[in-house]
Every structure is written in C-alpha cells, then in structure tokens.
T-cell receptor
Framework: DQQVKQNSPSLSVQEGRISILNCDYT??????FLWYKKYPAEGPTFLIS?????DKNEDGRFTVFLNKSAKHLSLHIVPSQPGDSAVYFC????????????????FGKGTHLIIQP | GAVVSQHPSWVICKSGTSVKIECRSL??????MFWYRQFPKQSLMLMAT?????????EQGVEKDKFLINHASLTLSTLTVTSAHPEDSSFYIC???????????FGPGTRLLVL
C-alpha cells in the first residue's frame, strides 16, 4: 500500500520550459511535504518543502503547490536547466516533530526528469 | 551547512560477516537520525529512527537484532548489519535532523554488496 505516489516514472522537458512533477498521497495524517533531488549512487538532496497550512512555497526556480483537499502536490521548475536532470522524490511525514513517535519520511518512487537541450 | 557524511561509501563482504556503517552530521547537532534502504528502482524505505541517547524505533518488518543502530552522540549514528546475507545487499542512506527542524538532510549513501 503506497501512501505516496508518483505516477510518472519519467518526464522529458525541453530546456527553458517548465517542468511539472506530480505527487499524490493517501494518508490524511501527512502534513509536511518535501521534494528531494537524487543522482545515481548519491543521497537525496533537499530542494523545497511545504507545510499543510500553506498552498504554495517558492524558492528561486522551484515552486511547490499543495492541494490538501485533493491530496496532491506538485513541483514546478522554471526555467528548466540541463543540470535539473535527476530523479525527483516526493516525501511526506505526519505532524508532530517533537511528538516522540516515529516520524521518518515516506517517499514516492520518484520521477526521472530529463531536460533536453 | 547541513552536511551529512557516511562511511564507507562502498563495502563488499562475505555472507555471515557484520558490517558497520557510520553516519555523521558535520556542521549541526542531529538530535534525530534516520536510516533508509533503497533497492534498485524502488523508493527509499525507512528502516528505523534513532534519537540521541535512546533506543532506536524500528519500522515494521525490520529486524532490530539484525540491524543494530547506535546513536551515541549528537553527530554520530551507526548501523551495523549483523550476519549479512546476499539479500541484505542494498543502498543504505542515513539522514539527520536537528530538534525543532522539519527538514532531513541526507548522507551520500553506502552501497553494500554481500557475496
């Protein structure tokens, strides 16, 4: 039972255009969401995050949108650059950082973004 | 800032031996560290959560006696794979988080191959 779903295994976008990566989740207890970028044989690199009290967070070329009612979030990259080619993971966690319970991240399977020159 | 290192990056061992993987937060104090595992073409799966000075919390299906976790200081956590078998071959990644912070910062990962 996958609680975080990234339904597109891969996405090809032309350089300079907008890349939109999608993520859906099923666990209504999730209230903090993160996007990570990962190259082969390396650990994920944090990109951007959003709390459920917001519906948008922007950082430079990266914007994350959250639609809580639809349990959907997306990452927009604009303009896309060749260096953006990587696997992008959506991750989520429930509330309560200091609650003491297990609060590791639940990851999607990733979307391989390919930026074409 | 927020650099996490892992050592070793690669390890090959014989079946039945034990392997220790270190995870260090280099420029911050990690009150919580997490260990994940990633099989080829799969997502990262959380194995366990460890808080400094206390016992690790393991996810369902992860054997605590096989995957020993020690988080003795605010900058170091270790994962020991005991009596490793070929099915334990995987990419092991740790992450670290400071108290009160939401973001987890990941190490570069350790690729384990058990022959």
């Amino acid at each position: 039972d996958q609680q975080v779903k990234q339904n597109s295994p891969s996405l090809s976008v032309q350089e300079g255009r907008i890349s939109i990566l999608n993520c859906d989740y099923t666990n209504s207890m999730f209230d903090y969401f993160l996007w990570y970028k990962k190259y082969p044989a390396e650990g994920p690199t944090f990109l951007i995050s959003i709390s459920s009290i917001k519906d948008k967070n922007e950082d430079g070329r990266f914007t994350v949108f959250l639609n809580k009612s639809a349990k959907h979030l997306s990452l927009h990259i604009v303009p896309s650059q060749p260096g953006d080619s990587a696997v992008y993971f959506c991750a989520a966690r429930p509330e309560s950082v200091s609650g003491g319970g297990a609060d590791g991240l639940t990851f999607g399977k990733g979307t391989h973004l390919i930026i074409q020159p | 800032g927020a650099v996490v290192s892992q050592h070793p990056s690669w390890v090959i061992c014989k079946s039945g031996t034990s392997v220790k993987i270190e995870c260090r937060s280099l420029d911050f104090q990690a009150t919580t560290m997490f260990w994940y595992r990633q099989f080829p073409k799969q997502s990262l799966m959380l194995m366990a959560t460890s808080n400094e000075g206390s016992k690790a919390t393991y996810e369902q299906g992860v054997e605590k006696d096989k995957f020993l976790i020690n988080h003795a200081s605010l900058t170091l956590s270790t994962l020991t794979v005991t009596s490793a078998h070929p099915e334990d071959s995987s990419f092991y990644i740790c992450s670290a988080r400071h108290r009160g912070q939401e973001t987890q910062y990941f190490g570069p990962g350790t690729r384990l191959l058990v022959l």
